[in-house]
């Protein structure tokens, strides 16, 4: 157990649908990345945040928005859905802005996100 | 633009014997990388980095290899066993004034099987 808790596990929906998917971090962890992993493909860098601000975007789509909650939770937003966004979403944290010590990040299980 | 490649999508071993899973990257500013190991129905679980200024890192069963000038790591397990059966990712970092932010790049993982 990684301490990072994503929920839903299982998503399904239809195209053209928003969905929101959340995260809390490692208790004490202060940045949350999201990572986006579509089949036979390794993780992909979405966004990271670090104590509610956005601290660094990869290769995030517009439709696509997330946030940091004072809290430290995030969410992960997704809409007008394409087939194509089904993948799994990865959220993972560290204590600090990058993991500065030993680059560790810390997993959750994952979201399964499915577009029909 | 894969950045971090994992050339071999599968690697099948006995148990006992040596496990060999190899990553190139192509961007030289990368200068911190580290494995993941992933069960199926659960997130990615950090196993081993090594920092480029080191060309070897141990650790217990594992040790990673650094090539720079190849532009080459490997993981090594020896002895393999058959809980280490798992997708292997690797993955890189570009640190800015020391301080790693957590951005990794992944290449698209080795299943390796391990064989009683």
């Known amino acids: 157990d990684s301490g990072v808790t994503q929920t839903p596990k299982h998503l399904i929906t239809a195209t053209g649908q928003r969905v929101t998917l959340r995260c809390s971090p490692r208790s004490g962890d202060l940045s949350v990345y999201w990572y986006q992993q579509s089949l036979d493909q390794g993780l992909q860098f979405l966004i990271q945040?670090?104590?509610?601000?956005?601290?660094a975007k990869g290769n995030i789509l517009e439709r696509f928005s997330a946030q940091q909650f004072p809290d430290l939770h995030s969410e992960l937003n997704l809409s007008s859905l394409e087939l194509g966004d089904s993948a799994l979403y990865f959220c993972a944290s560290s204590v600090d802005g990058g993991g500065a010590v030993t680059g560790e990040l810390f997993f959750g299980e994952g979201s399964r996100l499915t577009v029909l | 633009d894969q950045q971090v490649k994992q050339n071999s999508p599968s690697l099948s071993v006995q148990e006992g014997r040596i496990s060999i899973l190899n990553c190139d990257y192509t961007n030289s500013m990368f200068d911190y990388f580290l494995w993941y190991k992933k069960y199926p129905a659960e997130g990615p679980t950090f196993l081993i980095s090594i920092s480029s200024i080191k060309d070897k890192n141990e650790d217990g069963r594992f040790t990673v290899f650094l090539n720079k000038s190849a532009k080459h790591l490997s993981l090594h397990i020896v002895p393999s066993q058959p809980g280490d059966s798992a997708v292997y990712f690797c993955?890189?970092?570009?640190?800015?004034?020391?301080?790693?932010?957590?951005?990794?790049?992944f290449g698209q993982g080795t299943i390796l099987t391990v064989h009683p």
């Open positions: 945040y670090y104590n509610g601000e956005e601290r």
């Open positions: 993955a890189a970092s570009a640190s800015r004034g020391g301080t790693s932010y957590g951005k990794l790049t």
